[in-house]
């Protein structure tokens, strides 16, 4: 598949850095947390930052795989973290749909949910984002994109 590139957003790393400094911002007064547990892979660097800033220094993993580049697929969790996520805040990069945000809360029903993205579809289960964007964009991080060059949108649009 093919992302038509009038729908992409990519995000460079610094941009990540800001939204996810700003991300512990919003969350720097809900807390102590006890522990931040990423969703892997996309909420791995975001909780590094967050973690980072909130001076949060137990760190575990929920591993689910959904995605390859261009598309969800299905659901499968690697690993869970034990705990039912009471005083702990997840970190993921994204909620899209909410089929990994269901997985996780089902998972860590008493944890504080936080991404840095959200999309409508999914934006009802996390308790804290940064930026909204639409259902039909596709984000590009920087961990999965380089630079090259594309064509200006009225180009593209002419043909």
Known sequence: ???PPDKSFPVTWEELHRNA????WR?????PFKGIA???RG???PAAIVARELDIRLIDTVCIVSYDEFSQGQLKVL???PSDGEGWLIVDDLVDTGRTARAVREMLPKAHF??????PAGKPLVDTYVTEVSQDTWILFPWDIEPQFIQPIAK???G
């Open 21 to 24: 400094k700003a991300l512990a």
């Open 156 to 158: 593209r649009r002419n």
């Open 1 to 3: 598949m093919t992302i």
């Open 27 to 31: 969350l720097s007064e809900m807390g």
């Open 43 to 45: 909420g791995l660097v």
């Open 114 to 119: 936080a991404t840095i993205y959200a999309k």
């Open 79 to 81: 690993k869970g973290v």
């Open 38 to 40: 990423a969703v892997t």
